[in-house]
């Protein structure tokens, strides 16, 4: 079931062949998704010119988020998650192809751009908490923080080569071929998914009946260390996480640079995401909550310097330092939640966290859009920077006394309480 030499440290969660066999195939669909994220931004700006359009397309994408990833967390909690990804994949793996194919003959459309990421959003809303709960299933609970780290280093490496290798396919032959990489991509994580070994997976018993998001809900408000993480994302993932849209604007608006390079800013954001994804394996004896507000706050500050960079070469050299900031705190985030929460109920938490994290971006980037037009790119940047980091103080004035308890309360004393305290 493992090598034959010891893995440990930053590594242990390798010791599973379950996580040895998926990891590379989800580093080559990661490449894909970025590859993709940076052709449709390019794409809708090819058809309109528009920074406003350019909010709209990823609120489209990111609105499924609202009315299916909490569904998608009880999925996760009722049936067999694996077989769940598989569905997702051959979603996404429709949604990439339809639209590369639509662009190389030519027949492309603004309303076809909006209605297939809406078929990707749908697909991603479900898949993301079903693959977050998925990972307990196959390293175990005592290896569950180390996959995170190593999930979200995976994450950021195809963010490394995915905008990179996407800006130079666009500068050579237009946005097609990029949809194409990451239809294609989507088949090497169903190929790996169907290759897991069942009997290794570390199993939880599932309820009998379909699980009710309700009682998510009310475990999670009942937390003190696993809402407040949560009221955190919601900010920074609102207002600080918009850097497919500050880069494209800032790169063709600000700087009036081609593709390639827009692709190479994206790749200047993973060299810190992933810097700071490796480093995270060695912090888990900070994985606290106070730690994420503090990190939170470091990160918005540091959204705030970007937006005065003056040139391009000063914007592309300071990116892996809000790279490397996001990415220890949202990795610290996604770790207390998982690991905080009860096996029986992760996957409708997790449904809750993804809601909140990317549930604001339908409203965000709409509005960062037309802020983008009305008072530049520039002011835009610092508001979504100023705004996080009034927010990250705020909670932390209303908090800083609430977020340390116990970590292992089970589901059914946390439910009892929230029950107790509704009758009363």
């Not at 990451?182 to 994580?189: E, I, K, P, R």
């Not at 939640?337 to 339908?362: E, H, K």
Request: a positive charge.
């Amino acid at each position: 079931m493992g090598f034959n030499v010891k893995v440990d440290g930053n590594w242990r969660s390798f010791r599973h062949r379950n996580y040895r066999i998926l990891f590379p195939a989800n580093t080559i669909s990661n490449i894909g998704s970025w590859a993709q994220r940076v052709a449709q931004d390019w794409l809708v700006l090819e058809l309109t010119h528009s920074g406003t359009y350019l909010g709209i397309v990823t609120a489209i994408q990111f609105t499924p988020v609202l009315f299916f990833s909490l569904h998608g967390g009880a999925l996760a909690d009722r049936f067999n998650k694996r077989k769940l990804l598989m569905g997702t994949n051959a979603l996404g793996a429709f949604s990439a192809i339809a639209l590369g194919v639509l662009v190389m003959t030519n027949n492309i459309q603004l309303w076809h751009v909006f209605a297939l990421a809406a078929v990707l959003g749908i697909s991603t809303a479900v898949d993301a908490p079903v693959r977050q709960a998925f990972a307990a299933e196959i390293v175990g609970h005592d290896d569950l923080p180390n996959a995170v780290s190593l999930n979200s280093a995976n994450f950021n490496a195809g963010r490394l080569i995915g905008p990179a290798l996407s800006g130079l396919l666009i500068a050579a032959f237009g946005t097609g071929p990029s949809f194409l990489v990451n239809g294609v991509s989507y088949l090497f994580a169903i190929g790996a998914l169907m290759a897991m070994n069942e009997k290794e997976f570390f199993h939880q018993d599932r309820p009998k009946s379909m699980t009710n998001v309700r009682e998510g809900l009310r475990y999670a408000l009942a937390r003190p260390d696993i809402y407040v993480v949560m009221l955190m994302v919601f900010f920074l993932g609102t207002f600080g996480l918009n850097f497919q849209i500050f880069n494209a604007l800032m790169a063709t608006k600000e700087f009036g640079k081609g593709p390639a390079s827009y692709g190479l800013l994206g790749t200047f954001v993973a060299i810190g995401s992933f810097s700071g994804a490796i480093a995270s394996a060695r912090l888990e004896r900070f994985r606290k909550t106070r730690f994420v507000i503090l990190a939170g706050g470091v990160f918005a500050s540091a959204v705030m310097v970007l937006s005065i960079m003056p040139n391009y070469t000063a914007y592309a050299i300071f990116l892996p330092i809000c790279g490397v900031t996001a990415l220890t705190t949202m990795i610290t985030a996604n770790s207390i939640v998982q690991v905080n929460s009860d096996p029986a109920i992760r996957g409708r938490v997790m449904g809750i966290y993804l809601l909140i994290f990317m549930g604001g971006t339908p409203v965000g980037s709409p509005l960062i859009g037309v802020m983008a037009e009305v008072i530049g790119i520039r002011l835009t940047i610092a508001s979504c920077g100023a705004i996080s980091l009034i927010a990250t103080t705020l909670i932390w004035l209303k908090y800083k006394d609430r977020v340390d308890v116990p970590e292992d309360i089970s589901v059914a004393a946390v439910l009892k309480t929230a029950n107790g305290n509704q009758d009363n």
